[in-house]
């Protein structure tokens, strides 16, 4: 069974940055894409960010330049560096791992842009 446990959420004021880290139980980690995601209240979850197994990255167009997403696959994490944030980018955010046929999630972490 995989488990995935982010971190590093938290209050920001608008224009500040964070980071969230989620590591994962598995060795299959190194062979797996891995991707960001965030839910709103009232809104449905939505793809934030996405690293295959080999690198490749993508982003939502409104988090473009803005956010970077990275792996260390000798630690099995994934990082989202998140800078200029705005209030729009409060969301619980999760991180995904996709193993061939399977998807596994974690908890979630709550990130609130606020002045």
């Known amino acids: 069974q995989v488990q995935l446990v982010e971190s590093g959420g938290g209050l920001v004021q608008p224009g500040g940055s964070l980071r969230l880290s989620c590591a994962a139980s598995a060795s299959i980690f190194r062979f797996s894409d891995m991707a960001w995601y965030r839910q709103s209240p009232g809104n449905q979850r939505e793809l934030v960010a996405t690293?295959?197994?080999?690198?490749?990255?993508n982003y939502a167009d409104s988090v473009k330049g803005r956010f970077t997403i990275s792996r260390d696959n000798t630690k099995n994490t994934v990082y989202l560096q998140m800078n200029s944030l705005k209030p729009e980018d409060t969301a619980v955010y999760y991180c995904?791992?996709?193993?061939?046929?399977?998807?596994?999630w974690g908890q979630g972490t709550q990130v609130t842009v606020s002045s």
């Open positions: 995904k791992l996709s193993a061939w046929t399977s998807d596994y």
């Open positions: 690293i295959s197994s080999g690198g490749t990255t």
